[in-house]
């Protein structure tokens, strides 16, 4: 096979992470699962799909530009129910804050695979991955489903967790609400070639 490029943006490729309500706290009934989708991104990405080691590519995603519980997303990843404005516009804003994402010092969310290899199907690849929050990486493998036909279709999920990310779960007054430690990376693309 040969080389093929394919350009990733944001209208053709889904980037979220699933947060969890930490069903274990008081007033944990008030509290809801978050879907966060990334925007506002754009990326070149060259695959050989003979040679799945060679394969880089790096997405920065603006934290500002992050979408969250918009009803179509929550849908597409499987959560129920439908998030208010008030309250999408309040985990937004706790989102950003100093002690989470520190939005106003750190703007970008970056996410590179530097490689790839093939698992035991032709269709899936391990991704040699990292995402770096704060300043801070995190190097992980992220198993993938892959087709070139002749467009690029990758999609996958993959557990992290907040102190991968060198963070905290938020947590309401007195932690009788707050977020679960677990989350879950969500990637799918479907791009033209170039």
């Known amino acids: 096979m040969s080389t093929r490029r394919y350009r990733l943006h944001h209208a053709n490729a889904f980037a979220a992470i699933i947060v969890r309500n930490d069903d274990s706290r008081l007033l944990s ?5 978050h879907v966060v989708r990334a925007d506002e991104f754009t990326s070149t990405v060259t ?3 003979g040679r799945p080691e060679e394969l880089r ?9 992050f979408v969250v519980d918009d009803k179509d997303d929550r849908k597409r990843v499987g959560l129920k129910g439908k998030v208010s404005k008030k309250d999408r516009k309040a985990t937004r804003k706790n989102m950003l804050a100093k002690d989470q994402l520190h939005a106003e010092r750190y703007g970008n969310i970056d996410f590179r695979v530097d490689g790839a290899r093939a698992a035991d199907d032709d269709s899936t690849w391990i991704l040699d991955a990292s995402m770096s929050v704060r300043h801070r990486r995190f190097e992980f493998e992220f198993p993938v489903s892959i087709e070139f036909s002749p467009q690029l279709q990758v999609s996958g999920r993959v557990d992290i967790t907040h102190s991968d990310l060198g963070l905290t779960p938020y947590k309401g007054p007195m932690g009788t609400l707050r977020n679960a430690e677990e989350m879950t990376l969500v990637i799918e693309i479907d791009a033209s070639p170039l």
């Open 47 to 49: 695959i050989d799909p």
């Open 57 to 65: 590519f790096a997405l920065s995603f603006p934290v500002y530009a």
């Open 29 to 33: 009934r008030l509290g809801h699962d």
